[in-house]
């Protein structure tokens, strides 16, 4: 972050303290919001940079916290193994630099994040179907994630529907969201648009999404967590909708 002007600077920081905190409360929404604001006041492809750091740090413990890693990874890697092929493939989106597409690609995501839990029941995916549903989901999470930087569409809709118990549906997001990480690291120095300058702001940007933990963590104590997901989710559908339709104003 050392590259930007001072309030750039300030903007970057103050978005993965936010980010930190909603992921403190919640569990979920640091790479979300940390692209959804990020691409608004710098290039998508310079902010999916930024963001590998924070998000795998905080990923790699969401991950970590848990006796059940091996046997969800054995249930799970026909879905991982999609996710890795459709990033890598579909980072050249974001390397392209072509912002008015990803930008407007982002926005749609962002409205079907918020809109899903906000308006949809939730759906059930029987474990017969997993087989050949979970490489399909893993696919199109990985194109999503590529050409837009942001991982949770339709993974983590996906992942609910399994009928997992509470603690493994937090370790199955977080195997999802660090291999996600991981190939998006690859997929964008495959590309050439990964930088040494790009990760040392994005070890940087560790220090505040750390601290919007920490803070997350607190506050959860005091603010109900569905209370305070769902008014985010409503922040993050008019956000999405920003970036959807300003194009085309």
């Not at 920081?13 to 919640?26: D, H, L, P, Q």
């Not at 991981?182 to 040494?196: C, D, S």
Request: glycine fraction near 12%.
């Amino acid at each position: 972050m050392s590259d930007f002007p001072a309030l750039t600077t300030i903007a970057v920081a103050g978005t993965f303290f936010i980010a930190g905190m909603v992921k403190g409360i919640t569990g979920m929404g640091l790479p979300t919001l940390a692209m959804g604001v990020l691409g608004a006041l710098i290039s998508p492809i310079t902010a999916a940079s930024l963001l590998l750091v924070p998000s795998l740090v905080t990923n790699l413990w969401q991950m970590a916290a848990g006796p059940n890693l091996g046997r969800l990874a054995r249930r799970l890697w026909p879905m991982m193994a999609g996710v890795v092929t459709g990033t890598v493939a579909g980072s050249a989106v974001l390397a392209d630099g072509a912002s008015g597409l990803t930008t407007v690609c982002l926005g749609a995501v962002l409205v079907l994040y918020a809109a899903y839990p906000l308006l949809a029941r939730q759906a059930m995916v029987p474990r017969r179907h997993e087989p050949w549903l979970s490489p399909m989901v893993g696919l199109t999470t990985g194109i999503v994630t590529g050409g837009t930087g942001v991982f949770v569409i339709p993974a983590v809709p996906y992942l609910q529907a399994l009928d997992l118990e509470k603690n493994e549906l937090v370790q199955a997001l977080g195997l999802s969201f660090t291999v996600s990480t991981l190939a998006l690291a690859v997929g964008l120095t495959l590309q050439g648009a990964f930088r040494p300058d790009n990760l040392i702001s994005s070890i940087l940007a560790v220090a505040p999404a750390l601290a919007g933990m920490w803070a997350g963590q607190i506050i959860r104590g005091k603010v109900g967590p569905t209370t305070f997901r769902r008014w985010f989710l409503i922040g993050l559908l008019g956000l999405g909708a920003e970036m959807l339709i300003a194009p085309l104003l």
